[in-house]
């Protein structure tokens, strides 16, 4: 699957399960044949934390296909405990993860547009 956000095109990992959407970007790095994970959420607030990453991440939110929110270069979380790491949240019914430094980049920014193509 490709996520189009303005003249970019990101090839994605959808993480629909609980289990996909609790791993996320655990222990895991881009490679070519991804270079999103896309989370499929419910409507409302989402918060995520960095535990057990390897990378920095950007972490963008979007609701109705426009960019609500975007945190850039979110470290990885290094606390034993979870409830110790940093929370990066925002509102809407997806979630894109990218390397870190992507959006900055590439100029993505807050109210940009997104579009799924099914390949």
């Not at 791993?23 to 409302?44: A, H, P, S, V």
């Amino acid at each position: 699957m490709i996520i189009n956000i303005n003249d970019n095109q990101f090839k994605i990992k959808l993480a629909r399960t609980e289990k996909e959407k609790s791993e996320g970007m655990m222990g895991k790095k881009f490679n070519q044949t991804f270079n999103g994970l896309l989370f499929l959420m419910g409507e409302g607030k989402h918060c995520f934390w960095m535990k057990n990453c390897i990378t920095d991440l950007d972490i963008i939110f979007i609701k109705k296909g426009k960019i609500t929110k975007i945190h850039h270069s979110c470290p990885p979380c290094k606390e034993d405990n979870d409830e110790d790491c940093e929370r990066y949240c925002g509102s809407g019914n997806f979630v894109l993860e990218l390397k870190g430094g992507t959006c900055k980049t590439l100029n993505i920014t807050k109210g940009d547009s997104c579009g799924l193509i099914d390949k």
